[in-house]
């Protein structure tokens, strides 16, 4: 069975990683279900990791749901938390802060909506952006080999995958998920997209700050964003061989204004906290 549970408290669970309050309020969800292993627990945020086999390639889903929702709440200052008993059911909780957590933006930065081409015909950016979506694993896996083995970006070899991939997997979904909408909504105004470009100018700015702690510097991010750009247009010229390459070129050009505004944003942000 599941119970939903919500309310509000001033002393939130031990394991939330918070910012802000002094105040919060909660979503719970209580699964009676098979629950979930302790060592399958440890490891069930990080992204394409599913309970059973712990990859999504042996099961429908991308393996990203509850990294891409633990991104979105840790983006608003709250955070999700799971607890775990294998034969006696789980607990997700999400924290938010009452008080709306504030994210600083310059006011020299552009909104993500101001950054999409004009006249750039629409066909073809639905079946490219659930092409992404469905390779979104091998995209991210790829991106941190080369990243890894990259020199211009030599202090990335002693990082971990986590610290590699982090937020490449949220950007990217969010991205293709844009893509889909434009096409669909015929390009006009969309409370998703609204909302799908103000989630990805956030996860920039977390992703530029990440870089900047882990002591990147700014030529390494941008060799990474450059990078980024190749491996997604590989992807896209594999989706289909013999599509339209109008539809190609349009779907680049979208792609393209996307990830100038995420570099852009990195970068600042990157530079706001080596400053501050």
């Known amino acids: 069975s599941i119970t939903l549970e919500c309310g509000r408290t001033s002393e939130p669970d031990g394991e939330a990683r918070l910012q802000g309050g002094p105040e919060w309020v909660y979503f719970r969800v209580i699964d009676s279900g098979i629950g979930i292993p302790e060592d399958k627990l440890r490891v069930i945020f990080d992204p394409f990791v599913q309970v059973d086999t712990g990859h999504t390639r ?12 633990r991104r979105l709440a840790c983006l608003m200052g709250g955070d999700l938390t ?32 101001e950054a999409l081409p004009v006249g750039v015909p629409l066909a073809g950016l639905s079946g490219s952006g659930k092409c992404l979506l469905r390779e979104l694993p091998t995209v991210v896996t790829t991106m941190v080999a080369r990243i890894e083995r990259d020199p211009g970006i030599p202090t990335a070899a002693s990082l971990d995958f986590s610290d590699l991939a982090d937020h490449l997997a949220t950007l990217l979904a969010d991205i ?9 909504s015929a390009g006009r105004p969309s409370p998703f997209l609204a909302d799908a470009t103000l989630i990805q100018r956030l996860v920039a700015e977390r992703h530029g700050v990440q870089r900047a702690r882990l002591g990147w510097t700014e030529e390494a991010v941008r060799r990474e964003y450059a990078i980024l750009r190749q491996e997604l247009q590989r992807t896209l010229e594999g989706c289909s061989p013999t599509r339209d390459e109008r539809q190609l070129e349009s779907t680049l050009q979208f792609l393209s204004r996307f990830l ?5 944003v990195s970068v600042r942000a990157m530079d706001r906290a080596e400053t501050s």
């Open 58 to 69: 042996s099961r429908d889903g991308t393996g990203l749901g509850l990294t891409i929702s």
């Open 82 to 113: 799971a607890r775990s008993e294998a034969g006696r059911g789980s607990t997700f909780t999400l924290w938010l802060p009452i008080a709306p957590h504030q994210t600083e933006r310059s006011g020299e930065e552009a909104p993500f909506a």
């Open 176 to 184: 293709a998920e844009s893509l889909v909408v434009l096409e669909e």
């Open 260 to 264: 100038e505004q995420a570099e852009y």
